[in-house]
């Protein structure tokens, strides 16, 4: 599976933004995907997560309520919808596959990665 995430860029806080990921390769609709991020001189963490039927779907706390995950099984992507944005929220963020049918909020978990996209949110 091969994951291009894109739709990063700058925007002020309070404001909003939506991620795209899409998938080629193998069979998307069986795979648990992932949104990560990783702030400077941080580590990667777990954003949110969704099932391979997008039925169900997990969060952090620190994004729960602000930051909506959906997928198209139809279109292999999956979306992260950003509102109310933070200048915390200032990373770069992953898409990540993994081969269950669930999401997973540890990053080793996952078989697959994207190569990130810039959020930066200012204040």
């Known amino acids: 599976v091969q994951l291009q995430a894109s739709g990063g860029g700058l925007v002020q806080a309070g404001g909003s933004l939506g991620l795209s990921c899409a998938a080629s390769g193998r069979t998307f609709s069986y795979y648990g995907m992932g949104w990560f991020r990783q702030a400077p001189g941080k580590e990667r963490e777990f954003v949110a997560g969704?099932?391979?039927?997008?039925?169900?779907?997990n969060y952090a706390d620190s994004v729960k309520g602000r930051f909506t995950i959906s997928r198209d099984n139809a279109k292999n992507t999956v979306y992260l919808q950003m509102n109310s944005l933070k200048p915390e929220d200032t990373a770069v963020y992953y898409c990540?596959?993994?081969?269950?049918?669930?999401?997973?909020?540890?990053?080793?978990?996952?078989?697959?990665w994207g190569q990130g996209t810039q959020v930066t949110v200012s204040s």
């Open positions: 990540a596959a993994r081969q269950a049918i669930g999401p997973s909020k540890l990053k080793d978990e996952y078989d697959y």
């Open positions: 969704i099932r391979w039927s997008g039925g169900s779907t």
